[in-house]
């Protein structure tokens, strides 16, 4: 018997309209008038879509209490939910809210997990306006509708759990962000070197290497196996800093007529939509050639290959790279700019001192087999798997 089968057992479920318990609002009296953020200002300004928080203001009026009355969060484009338990205001009305009617009949905590169990296709199929008019005729499952006693008590049993899970979830984030940051911290202090101390030379000195650009290389040569192949726009959405294997494949015939990076070389995407992604790299460890695409270039070189991809990551790189970058919609930097950026050359054993100690940072933050984000992928899939298991009802109680 599983738990929730024992807290109903010998209770009835009926499955109830969201209008009936809750109210919907959009948000336009709350929104905010000033476009001037700081991360000094106390009220966050939320925005629809993934980044939510988009700033903080010193505003003081026309402030919505979700510290006092909790709301539901969605907006016409994700249809998103987010519980929210602080004070906000609102950077437009494309966000809408769901709020309780009354909580001794109904938590609305527990309708918000109730939410996020619902398939995608009906998520889907609810976007955008079609929401705002059907969204409290959708009905969910109340427990001993005739006991409000025992069915608060029930509801607040699930909400318990579920949040648990949530905290343990949202505490491994925060320490992945702190990791993070500390990885950021000595990667910069580990690769910056008193120029009296450590030789700096251009990318493209002669005893140093060069830079090769790719060649024409499109999705539709992609094959299902062969020779290894890194599309440019696969390195800042697939890799990390190192790979010893691809995400993609192209033939032999292929192969043999394409630019090849050897074991050591760094492919490097020359094209992004931003600053920050163009320029990022990965370091190819792998035993075999790989084909490069065109709009991005491997550099072959006499350095330890995970130093330099590191170095690609640091603010002193960042900054030498701004320059070199062209383009509007499109941002480029071509690779006879990127040799003349400058590197410091410490010894091949302080290099790999500095490997090793970055590696571990880098394990730890990015590794999706044994890292902080393994850890929180599998506390989020036991999060949903509870979820699914608490607010799962009878079947044969589901109305039509």
């Known amino acids: 018997m599983s738990y929730l ?32 953020y700081s991360d000094e200002y106390e009220t966050p300004v939320l925005t629809a879509g993934k980044t939510f ?67 995608s296709g009906l998520v889907d199929g609810d976007h955008k306006r079609q929401w705002i008019s059907s969204y409290a005729n959708k009905k969910f499952p109340i427990p001993c509708p005739d006991n409000p006693k025992k069915s608060l008590e029930i509801q607040q049993k699930i909400v318990d759990i579920l949040d648990k899970f949530t905290e343990l979830t949202a505490e491994l984030t925060a320490e992945l962000t702190a990791r993070k940051q500390q990885y950021e911290y ?95 790299a990965v370091a190819w460890l792998g035993e075999e050639d790989i084909a490069v695409s065109s709009d991005a270039c491997f550099y072959t070189h006499k350095l330890n290959p995970k130093y330099v991809a590191y170095f690609f990551q640091t603010e002193q790189f960042y900054k030498q790279k701004m320059p070199f970058i062209t383009g509007a919609k499109v941002r480029r930097v071509n690779a006879d700019n990127l040799a003349k950026i400058k590197i410091p050359v410490p010894s091949p054993e302080e290099q790999e001192r500095i490997v090793s100690i970055l590696d571990k940072f880098d394990v730890l933050t990015t590794s999706i087999t044994e890292g902080l984000p393994k850890e929180i992928e599998l506390r989020q899939k036991q999060y949903e798997y509870y979820r699914e298991q608490l607010l799962t009802f009878p079947k044969d109680t589901i109305e039509a």
């Open 5 to 36: 089968d024992k807290l109903l057992e010998a209770h009835e479920v009926e499955w109830k309209t969201l209008g009936e318990y809750t109210d919907y609002e959009q948000p336009t009296k709350y929104r905010v008038n000033s476009k001037e």
């Open 53 to 119: 928080i988009l700033g903080y203001t010193d505003e003081t009026n026309g402030i919505y209490k979700a510290s006092e009355k909790p709301v539901i969060i969605f907006d016409d484009f994700t249809t998103a939910n987010k519980w929210v338990d602080f004070d906000f205001k609102v950077k437009s009305s494309a966000m809408k809210m769901i709020t309780s009617k009354d909580e001794s009949l109904a938590l609305l905590k527990y309708i918000y997990y109730w939410l996020n169990t619902l398939p």
């Open 186 to 280: 000595y990667r910069e202090q580990l690769l910056s070197f008193d120029v009296d101390e450590v030789k700096h030379l251009p990318l493209g000195d002669d005893s140093l290497g060069k830079f090769i650009r790719g060649s024409g290389l499109q999705k539709k040569d992609f094959t299902q196996s062969g020779v290894g192949c890194i599309h440019y726009g696969q390195i800042y959405t697939h890799y990390g800093t190192y790979a010893n294997t691809t995400k993609s494949f192209v033939s032999e015939e292929f192969a043999k007529k394409a630019r090849m990076a050897k074991l050591g070389d760094l492919v490097i995407a020359t094209t992004s939509e931003n600053d920050e992604d163009v320029c990022k």
